[in-house]
T-cell receptor, first 113, second 118 residues
Framework: DQQVKQNSPSLSVQEGRISILNCDYT??????FLWYKKYPAEGPTFLIS?????DKNEDGRFTVFLNKSAKHLSLHIVPSQPGDSAVYFC????????????FGKGTKLSVKP | GAVVSQHPSRVICKSGTSVKIECRSL??????MFWYRQFPKQSLMLMAT?????????EQGVEKDKFLINHASLTLSTLTVTSAHPEDSSFYIC??????????????FGPGTRLTVT
């Protein structure tokens, strides 16, 4: 049973436009959410995170929104750049779990020039 | 930022042999390291959590006698795949948590090791 779901395996966006990547979760005990970016044959790179006490966190072109009632979070990238093309993983952690991360299956973002 | 290295980046071994993968935190001390496995087009699956100086905690379904984990120091954890078989071929990634910086849940990942068992 997947606790973190990324239902879109891929997304294609034009350069300069907004990319919106979505993530849903089922475990109400999750209290911290993270987004990672991954290139092929490399380890994931931390992008941005959000605590469950917040509903928005912004860092440059990246903004994460959290809707706890809907158990949904999204990552907005604006403006999108070709270098953003990668697989994006949503991850969640439960308080008291040693910080163990539960990952979604990822969404492959392609930003076209 | 925090840097985690893995060695080797790629290894090919024969069925029945053992392979050791090293994970190092280069500029911070990591009391906890994690080992993941990723199959093509799949998510990262946590295999085990490794705390310095103590036995690793394995996830359900992961054979602890097959995947030996040692976390002997605050900067080094090793994963040994014993008696490797072709089905063990995968991309293995380690991560480390840095308590000194960032949030408590942020993990920094190594570049991964591609294991191919022939």
């Amino acid at each position: 049973d997947q606790q973190v779901k990324q239902n879109s395996p891929s997304l294609s966006v034009q350069e300069g436009r907004i990319s919106i990547l979505n993530c849903d979760y089922t475990n109400s005990m999750f209290d911290y959410f993270l987004w990672y970016k991954k290139y092929p044959a490399e380890g994931p790179t931390f992008l941005i995170s959000i605590s469950s006490i917040k509903d928005k966190n912004e860092d440059g072109r990246f903004t994460v929104f959290l809707n706890k009632s809907a158990k949904h979070l999204s990552l907005h990238i604006v403006p999108s750049q070709p270098g953003d093309s990668a697989v994006y993983f949503c991850a969640a952690s439960e308080r008291g779990s040693q910080g163990n991360l539960i990952f979604g299956k990822g969404t492959k973002l392609s930003v076209k020039p | 930022g925090a840097v985690v290295s893995q060695h080797p980046s790629r290894v090919i071994c024969k069925s029945g042999t053992s392979v050791k993968i090293e994970c190092r935190s280069l500029d911070f001390q990591a009391t906890t390291m994690f080992w993941y496995r990723q199959f093509p087009k799949q998510s990262l699956m946590l295999m085990a959590t490794s705390n310095e100086g103590s036995k690793a905690t394995y996830e359900q379904g992961v054979e602890k006698d097959k995947f030996l984990i040692n976390h002997a120091s605050l900067t080094l954890s090793t994963l040994t795949v014993t008696s490797a078989h072709p089905e063990d071929s995968s991309f293995y990634i380690c991560s480390a948590r840095d308590y000194a910086g960032g949030g408590p849940y942020e993990q920094y990942f190594g570049p991964g090791t591609r294991l191919t068992v022939t």
